[in-house]
């Protein structure tokens, strides 16, 4: 069974930092996307960033490229969201994906993602 456990959100002023982290357990795919989205209230749920198992791929949204950076430990099975110069916008919950890999691309769209975690609330402040 695979489970996806995120944790570090929290409030933050403008300007402030979070490292978000996205602890993986079970067997997911050998080839695989990993992906941080988030969901604003009121709003639909968006892609933030991603990366492919191969490790040479890595995309974000135009919102927060830039500021923000996906990395992961295969040693302890976590993905990391480093969050920098966080804005009131980028308040929402933010959650970890894992889908399977069938192109070299990364994928934006929700539904190619298969597993998710339960979200860490981000709210940063003005």
């Known amino acids: 069974q695979v489970q996806l456990v995120e944790s570090g959100g929290g409030l933050v002023q403008a300007g402030g930092s979070l490292r978000l982290s996205c602890a993986v357990s079970?067997?997911?795919?050998?080839?695989?996307?990993m992906g941080w989205f988030r969901q604003a209230p009121g709003k639909e749920r968006e892609f933030v960033a991603g990366f492919h198992w191969s490790g040479g791929i890595t995309d974000y949204a135009d919102s927060v490229k830039g500021r923000f950076t996906i990395s992961r430990d295969n040693a302890k099975n976590t993905v990391y969201l480093q969050t920098n110069n966080l804005k009131p916008e980028d308040t929402a919950v933010y959650y970890c994906?894992?889908?399977?890999?069938?192109?070299?691309?990364?994928?934006?769209?929700?539904?190619?993602?298969?597993?998710w975690g339960q979200g860490t609330q981000v709210t940063v402040s003005s």
């Open positions: 079970g067997r997911t795919f050998n080839w695989y996307i």
């Open positions: 994906a894992v889908g399977q890999a069938t192109t070299w691309a990364i994928q934006r769209e929700i539904t190619e993602y298969r597993y």
